[in-house]
């Protein structure tokens, strides 16, 4: 827990209402989400109960497994779904740009779940569905190991930080707001919502008491509550099963079709209300580049499965394993990077942490001109900039920072001065300003000598505008887009024997068809 949101959470307790933690909004939200709300079966592994899904709150479709021990209705419920799911997501396909690379959907689906644990139920959903055989023993429509696969793609591009083709909402709410509780509370969306978006007439911590009260507020799932699973759930299914006149049946699935509407109806609503004070954070700046990655990802992978179609393999060989963890640090790298270039309060983070300075501007050398250091005596434009800041500094010469402000100007830190500190450091090339104080003189300022690297046109002098002015508040920042570099790796043929050796050319097999629900 960073500085600040632990300061957030601190105020949220004291005011009985939830501080704000950013100033903007850190995700896209589409304009026609398709939102799913699943529930499960306790004490079976991931066997679908029911569902509410739909792009629109007024008009959500239910769907119902009466008896979800029945393996011919679980993948009914699966056929269901795909009837829902499959046309929302390959309907932004056929609007496409073409680009030099490849073309690219002007929009793709995005997939809006309760919380974690359903998106958890999405990926294992999707590997249960994946791998269905359409024809012999157990035969499904075509429908259903495509919509796995689809399911698959999405909870996999779900642990991409950044990414916004699959998000949990209670993740969302945790990234903008800090409430009083616990962050394991915050996992429960109506106590969260109690927290940020009080009934009139009541507080945080009252509204949250009574969301985590099952009979007020039922769970957001997937998992329902015990006392509705002995009471109520139980009797209904068994009411089920014990059907012998076909002109009963409906009026039993109708009672059974009610009590789980009940349990899904409070959570639709808390999503659609939380997407709406979502809605009101304005987008932060990098937002639209991050969806289009995620547009560019949806567009590859439909033209995957319209050209190949194979499933997902069960298990990724040692080196698409490093290569998927290399690109997810990647893209932590560059979306914290983002988050605190975009907003004004991440930044804050990084600031009281020593990463990042805010400070003034005191003097430019703006026509400053150095070797290049590739020898033929030719000459570089390097201005230096000397910025007062009262910000703890905690780095070291030689590090890069760029300005949020000016964020293709790469910096480097050539000198940390703290005149009248008791560590003796002046000048401009003084030390390390690393002294009893934390790298701050007595006074709490210190001198930051930069050289600018970057961003100033190709010309000998520096382009108009392109350096900072004498007198200019900027905020400087170590976290850069680029922190986690590619490394290196293998041909997946050339895997070493350490790892296993190269992988088998995967093809499903009857292993994989046969594999059990869970």
Known sequence: MSAISSYARALAAATGTAAPIATVRHVHLSERPLVLVPLTLAGEANAPLAALVGTRQADPTLLVVPQPRNRDLRFAFAADLAEIVLPHVLGFAADAEELANGPRAHDAPQLILPNPAGLAFLRLFGRSTRFRATDGDYAVPPSVPLLGRWLTFFAERAEIPGSSLARAVTDLLSLHWATGQSALEDANLAAAMGWIDPPPGRDGPTSARLAEDPAHSPPAGPTTDPGFDNDILAPAIAAYDAVTDPAALPTVLARLRDVLRGQLQPTWDLVWRALDLLRQL?????????????????????????????????????????????????????????????????????????????????????????????????????????????????????????????????????????????????????????????????TGATLITLEAQSGMGRSAAPAPGSVPEAGETLCYSAVLADGVRSVAMPDAADTPWTHGGPPEPYEPNERDTAEAWD
């Open 282 to 442: 304005p987008p932060g700046a990098s937002v639209a580049g991050r969806w289009e990655t995620d547009r560019a990802r949806y567009t590859g992978f439909h033209t995957y499965m319209a050209e190949e179609g194979l499933p997902q393999a069960r298990l990724d060989g040692a080196v698409a394993a490093a290569r998927r963890l290399n690109r997810i640090e990647q893209a932590q790298s560059a979306y914290d990077a983002e988050r605190a270039f975009d907003d004004p309060l991440v930044m804050a983070d990084h600031r009281v942490t020593g990463e990042a300075f805010q400070g003034t501007v005191l003097a430019v050398d703006r026509d400053r001109r150095v070797p290049n250091g590739r020898g033929k005596g030719r000459l570089v434009t390097r201005p230096l900039l000397t910025v007062r800041t009262e910000d703890p500094v905690r780095l070291t010469l030689g590090t890069r920072v760029v300005a949020s402000s000016r964020r293709k100007q790469e910096c480097l830190i050539v000198a940390i001065d703290t005149p009248g500190g008791d560590d003796g450091l002046t000048g401009a090339g003084a030390g390390t300003g690393t002294g009893a104080d934390g790298g701050r003189s007595a």
